[in-house]
């Protein structure tokens, strides 16, 4: 659990970290690779470490260290195959293509979600159907073979990040063109989609969100790649500033091209910005802040990750906001944690909550949820009079690497402690 202490004003500065989102597919992308990946800017957090042991398990030789990952494909073998810590995470899917590519079947545990929604894999059943999979769901396991389509296909995503990425991979290995309509374009797809092209597969992007994967090229057996930073966790930053800073806190590595639609309302809330230099994003306190409504949407729109940080803010601003949560139908529940600190919430629906503020919160021990309604109440803690405990900390961890160090160097008074029973 984090314990923070009642809250200090924080200055100075902060570099992002490279991003989760980016960094799985990329890492699972690696088994396209017949050599050796090195990524760089990696972040250390749980789910990279558990994406390193799963490929341990295939033989990969794998160096990890000050955020650089090296990865070995050279020897992979299914002989040791090891699928229990990887099965903590959703993106387990990840691997299927990678492991058709070299073994021609996939034996991947069913998805774990995270708590915000059901997350169904319709658009990856209708890809795998669409490519020439055969699969079968037996003992929360699914089991895929491949005999591809000779054929130029049409697939759809319909705008899901982990779907996209993974229609992506599997196209690689098909000698024939797979158009992707409905692409998702966050940022991180366009990430994979740049170290795709660095082992020279040809993807072309269209304007209507579609991709085209020309497959058949012999691909590149050595390659260094850069992960982004992450625009979710300067956004994370951008919030604390707003609440938290004395007079401003400098976000290096921001991502500011990514932050648009986050930013908009920000500024419409009455939080001063700069975009300053080398994508350093200064976010000045803000005393006054003023109610708004929100939707999030599909990228560039209002990225739903960062709905429950911009939560927060909403607690200290005058009058009633409110939010429509259009695409995760519990992302809104981790919102009640804030009435145990004193927050004045109104669930209407699975989608749709009322804030009313200007609201002093108070010290509580609540619950992460999941990884972003965990951040949300690190920075709820932060402004909270006295001491705040959040239990189940992992799910920050999962996805933030050292973010008590970060705070601890802005001057937050936080620590982690282990959990009371």
């Given at each position: 659990?984090?314990?923070?202490?009642?809250?200090?004003?924080?200055?100075?500065?902060?570099?992002?970290?490279?991003?989760?989102?980016?960094?799985?597919?990329?890492?699972?992308?690696?088994?396209?690779?017949?050599?050796?990946?090195?990524?760089?800017?990696?972040?250390?957090?749980?789910?990279?470490?558990?994406?390193?042991?799963?490929?341990?398990?295939?033989?990969?030789?794998?160096?990890?260290?000050?955020?650089?990952?090296?990865?070995?494909?050279?020897?992979?073998?299914?002989?040791?195959?090891?699928?229990?810590?990887?099965?903590?995470?959703?993106?387990?899917?990840?691997?299927?293509?990678?492991?058709?590519?070299?073994?021609?079947?996939?034996?991947?545990?069913?998805?774990?979600?995270?708590?915000?929604?059901?997350?169904?894999?319709?658009?990856?059943?209708?890809?795998?159907?669409?490519?020439?999979?055969?699969?079968?769901?037996?003992?929360?396991?699914?089991?895929?073979?491949?005999?591809?389509?000779?054929?130029?296909?049409?697939?759809?995503?319909?705008?899901?990040?982990?779907?996209?990425?993974?229609?992506?991979?599997?196209?690689?290995?098909?000698?024939?063109?797979?158009?992707?309509?409905?692409?998702?374009?966050?940022?991180?797809?366009?990430?994979?989609?740049?170290?795709?092209?660095?082992?020279?597969?040809?993807?072309?992007?269209?304007?209507?969100?579609?991709?085209?994967?020309?497959?058949?090229?012999?691909?590149?057996t050595e390659v260094e790649f850069e992960v982004i930073s992450d625009y979710l966790q300067s956004g994370t930053f951008a919030i604390i500033g707003a609440l938290c800073a004395e007079d401003y806190i400098d976000i290096h590595r921001a991502r500011i091209e990514d932050l648009?639609?986050?930013?908009?309302?920000?500024?419409?809330?009455?939080?001063?910005?700069?975009?300053?230099?080398?994508?350093?994003?200064?976010?000045?306190?803000?005393?006054?802040?003023?109610?708004?409504?929100?939707?999030?949407?599909?990228?560039?729109?209002?990225?739903?990750?960062?709905?429950?940080?911009?939560?927060?803010?909403?607690?200290?601003?005058?009058?009633?906001?409110?939010?429509?949560?259009?695409?995760?139908?519990?992302?809104?529940?981790?919102?009640?944690?804030?009435?145990?600190?004193?927050?004045?919430?109104?669930?209407?629906?699975?989608?749709?909550?009322?804030?009313?503020?200007?609201?002093?919160?108070?010290?509580?021990?609540?619950?992460?949820?999941?990884?972003?309604?965990?951040?949300?109440?690190?920075?709820?803690?932060?402004?909270?009079?006295?001491?705040?405990?959040?239990?189940?900390?992992?799910?920050?961890?999962?996805g933030y690497e050292n973010l008590l160090g970060k705070l601890q160097d802005l001057g937050a008074d936080i620590e982690e402690v282990e959990d009371e029973l």
């Amino acid at each position: 659990m984090f314990v923070i202490e009642w809250w200090k004003k924080l200055s100075w500065s902060v570099t992002i970290s490279g991003s989760k989102n980016a960094t799985l597919p990329l890492i699972s992308a690696s088994l396209l690779v017949k050599w050796k990946s090195t990524f760089t800017n990696v972040p250390d957090i749980l789910d990279v470490h558990d994406f390193i042991h799963f490929l341990e398990s295939l033989w990969s030789i794998i160096d990890f260290k000050n955020n650089t990952l090296t990865i070995d494909n050279t020897n992979l073998s299914l002989e040791n195959i090891n699928i229990e810590k990887v099965s903590r995470t959703r993106a387990s899917i990840y691997f299927i293509a990678g492991l058709l590519a070299n073994f021609w079947k996939a034996d991947i545990p069913f998805p774990q979600w995270d708590k915000i929604w059901k997350r169904p894999i319709k658009e990856h059943v209708d890809g795998y159907i669409g490519m020439g999979y055969d699969f079968i769901i037996e003992d929360n396991t699914l089991k895929v073979s491949w005999t591809p389509v000779s054929d130029d296909i049409e697939l759809s995503a319909y705008f899901a990040v982990t779907a996209t990425n993974n229609l992506i991979m599997w196209a690689v290995s098909r000698k024939w063109k797979t158009t992707i309509k409905l692409a998702a374009f966050e940022p991180h797809v366009f990430n994979l989609i740049g170290f795709l092209r660095e082992i020279w597969v040809d993807i072309q992007i269209r304007y209507d969100h579609s991709i085209i994967v020309n497959g058949g090229n012999d691909l590149k057996t050595e390659v260094e790649f850069e992960v982004i930073s992450d625009y979710l966790q300067s956004g994370t930053f951008a919030i604390i500033g707003a609440l938290c800073a004395e007079d401003y806190i400098d976000i290096h590595r921001a991502r500011i091209e990514d932050l648009w639609a986050f930013l908009y309302k920000l500024t419409e809330a009455g939080v001063k910005t700069e975009d300053m230099w080398n994508d350093t994003l200064r976010v000045y306190k803000s005393n006054n802040l003023k109610a708004t409504q929100i939707q999030t949407n599909i990228f560039p729109g209002f990225p739903s990750d960062l709905m429950p940080l911009y939560s927060v803010l909403q607690t200290q601003s005058e009058w009633t906001s409110s939010i429509h949560e259009i695409l995760y139908e519990s992302r809104l529940n981790a919102l009640v944690e804030y009435e145990a600190m004193g927050g004045n919430i109104r669930l209407l629906n699975p989608h749709k909550v009322e804030i009313t503020g200007k609201t002093d919160l108070k010290w509580a021990k609540v619950n992460s949820w999941d990884l972003r309604a965990g951040a949300a109440l690190v920075i709820a803690g932060l402004i909270a009079e006295w001491t705040t405990k959040i239990n189940n900390v992992y799910w920050i961890r999962r996805g933030y690497e050292n973010l008590l160090g970060k705070l601890q160097d802005l001057g937050a008074d936080i620590e982690e402690v282990e959990d009371e029973l």
